[in-house]
């Protein structure tokens, strides 16, 4: 079998008594969807963090693409293919959404050590950009500042800055977090047009979105990985029934 | 150079290490719990120093003296910080740095106009004024070693609030983590006053101490801050335990690095070039041996924030 | 893109330009005095601009480069070069160097540590200052002869002089405004809007932040050159933290991430302080101890009038 485009080998890491991620193997492979799930506390968030770059784990390794990322800084990874998005919306508020994306754009467009044309007025940076704003729905919010958009179209921002790095992997803290009904709805539509290009870490709380989108979902308590499967299988698993999604779902 | 010097400059080491604490202490606090660059620390100290002065001159009682400026120091502190602090705590660094860069300036005429911009000769009562023989050959002012064992005291004082008072875990906890403090429901505004008044006290305590022995002179808070906030960078910002041991490192480095660096330079290049670059090098120490813990420890010697 | 702000600048700029020959027709060659003054604060706090308005360090230690750009002129002029390229030359030079080697450490920090550490530096560089006796130590150094560019300006001539200030203080207004819409610039201000943000996307921001903190320290470098031959005289006070200080109050009081602003600030603030000091229409208890007014100013600009001068202007929310 060919090697998961991301892997984790043992990963553990600890805050003084506290043990957040506690030995977890945990695989990706090219063009799956993968969720992670798990209740609040469970070390979701940490977990994520080690797969981005934000912590080092104090045990244990992360392959990406072959290679091991362990010691490799975020903006590090971010240039081998790794983008994230985050739970919390951040993005250039004081810029426009046409500003946010190009700037993803610029990242991944070689060095930056350019002193003189306006960047803002450069096609090689402004054409992508709107490409992927279209693919997000946005393009007709281009112009206005990033801090002006509704909360739904910050999300979908952080989606579409996270695409315009053009990522092999994309790794999403939950998508659809603090959403409406139609909101989520259209995010979870977004993401199944990426399904099958990209692959996919989804960590979400929203149900209907993991069973709808995901290939494989790991559910995480206590910092330990309990079950992977299919939906249907960790529907059906006892453990997570009486860990997580309780026992009248 | 014999061991008697060595000792003596040790001592005065020692001394600009305590004094050094006592005014670091305070402010890594205020830098570590309420994010606040306070320049104007500085000018509490000058405040302390002034009403020292101002009240030795009325009592003829150092005591008595030492007490009341500490206390009129407190008070100028609680008033700057309702009037023109509370505000700050919200804003980002820059604001805080000009706000308190005004209040300097504020104060340094403040204290011109109300004693004159020449230094105020602050002389120690008799009792004070003497030396100790500490070993033979070594005699050593009494009144410096009275600092050493005022900066010593308070060093134990506050280890014991910190280490094992209710006041001092919400100390501890607030500097590594302001918000969840916030968030446990303890009445941070309170907190924050408390925290407060306490450096000023320190300040004022540090301005007291200072009177007798360095000249009390509008501007005087400034030099010294600076050499605190070296302090600070090298012990680890919110940390007491960091300020101690900055405090004492950077007394010591200093006051050391002037009285021997030049004869310790000649010994290896001629006289001439350690005469023009011993006292340069000499001044620069402190901030030399900032940079150096700087490179491998960015974060000081003994950070409160787990990185 | 013309905003109503690029009309105030230019509106400015113009008045500038015009001082020489009004100042002649009313015999007031002070003026052209004070506001050469002016212009060459202004170019140092266009510099500070730089890295503090766009690029979110308060560095506190940005007077060192006036210091050493002053330095350069009068080292050299002390050994008998009197030639302005060479002078100015290793005044750029020689902030550019001290900025990579104060930046490549001080840079690594954020937030309250780089505020100290650049102030301790500053100071650092003072005492070396003052230590040097050989080029005045604390009195400081006299400047005999100014910087000479033979045949292409006489420097000894205000009106040339004046001139001269204007012509670079345009440049640098320009030059910074391509500089912060490049990408370059985009990247820098985007490591102020949002860190975490800008590493997620691949930047690491260490490098930019080196890089504007050396252009930043060599341009301040020239406006200390400059400063030097207008006062004649200088001296480690040059690099006084105060100094630092009042150069971030120019940047605040115009308005940060603004062309205009550091222009408007720095006239705004020396003009303020000379009129505190030698208005005699103020009463005299304001002349004697202006530095209390001042303070008092400073702190009520910073708690109620945040965005500065170039805030009370219509026009877009962040840069022109």
Partial sequence: MTEPLLETRGLKKTFGALVATDGVDFDVRAGETHAVIGPNGAGKTTFIKQLSGELRPDIGRVRFAGEDVTALSVPRRSRKGLARSFQITSIYRDFTALDNVALAVQAHAGHSFR?????????????????????????????????????????????????????????????????????????????????????????????DAVFSLADRISVLVYGRIIATGSPAEIRANAKVRAAYLGEDD | MNLTLVAEQALNGLQLGVMLFLLAAGLTLVFGIMNLVNLAHGALYMVGAYLAAYFFGLTDSFPLAALLAVAGTLVVGMIVELVALRTLYQRDHLDQVLATFGLILFFNELVAILWGRSSIYFALPPWLSGHVELAAN?????????????????????????????????????????????????DIRLLYTVVFGFGAALAGLAGVLAGPIYAVQPGMGELILIQVFVVIVI????????????????????????AFLKPVLSTVVSPTAADAAGPALASMLIYLLMAAVLAFRPEGLFPSRGS | MITSRTWVLVAILLLLAAVPPVAALLHEPFYL?????????AI???????????????????AAYLGIGAYAVGVLAHHG???????????????????????????????????????????MLYYLGVSMTEYGGDDGLRLKVRSQFSGFIDLNDPTSFYYLVFAILVLFLYLTHRLVNSRFGLVLQAVRSNEARTRAIGFSPYPYRLAAFVISGAMCGLAGALLANQTAFLTPEFMNWT?????????????????AG???????????????????????????????????????????????LAGLLPGKERDD
Avoid at chain 3, 243 to 259: H, K, N, Q
């Fill in chain 1, 115 to 207: 002193f003189w044309r306006a960047a803002r007025e450069d096609p090689s940076l402004t054409h992508p950009a709107m490409r992927v704003l279209e693919k997000a729905g946005l393009e007709k919010r281009a112009h206005i500042l990033a801090a002006s958009l509704s909360h739904g179209e910050q999300r979908q921002l952080e989606i579409a800055m996270a695409l315009a790095t053009q990522p092999r992997l994309l790794l999403l803290d939950e998508p659809v977090a603090g959403m409406g009904t139609d909101e989520s709805q259209r995010m979870v539509e977004l993401l199944a047009t990426l399904k099958g290009e990209k692959t996919i870490v989804l960590v979400e709380h929203d149900m």
């Fill in chain 2, 138 to 186: 070594l005699r050593y002012p009494l009144y410096r070693l009275l600092i050493i064992a005022v900066g010593l005291s308070v060093a134990g004082l506050l280890w014991y609030v910190v280490a094992r008072t209710r006041l001092g875990m919400l100390i501890r906890a607030g500097a590594s983590n302001r918000a969840m403090v916030a968030a446990l429901g303890v």
């Fill in chain 3, 262 to 308: 550091p222009l408007l600030g720095a006239a705004t603030l020396l003009l303020l302080e000379d009129m505190l000091q030698g208005w005699s229409v103020l009463p005299k208890w304001v002349n004697d101890h202006w530095q209390l007014y001042l303070g008092v100013i400073l702190v009520l600009v910073v708690l109620f009038a945040r965005r500065g």
């Fill in chain 2, 235 to 258: 012990g680890g910002i919110g940390s007491i335990r960091g300020a101690l041991a900055g405090a004492l490192i950077v007394g010591m480095v200093d006051t050391l690095g002037r």
């Fill in chain 3, 81 to 123: 070069i009197d030639n302005g390229w060479l002078q100015w030359g290793l005044a750029i030079g020689a902030s550019a160097l001290v900025a990579a080697a104060i930046g490549s450490i001080s840079v690594r920090t954020s937030g309250i540590y780089f505020i100290m550490i650049t102030l301790a530096f500053t100071q």
């Fill in chain 3, 44 to 62: 140092a706090a266009t510099s500070l601009n730089l890295i503090l308005g766009y690029g979110g360090m308060v560095s506190f230690g940005h």
């Fill in chain 3, 33 to 41: 005095d004070l506001l050469r003054r002016v212009m060459i604060f």
């Fill in chain 3, 243 to 259: 100094r630092s200080g009042e150069l971030m109050f120019m940047v605040i009081l115009g308005g940060v991430a603004s062309t």
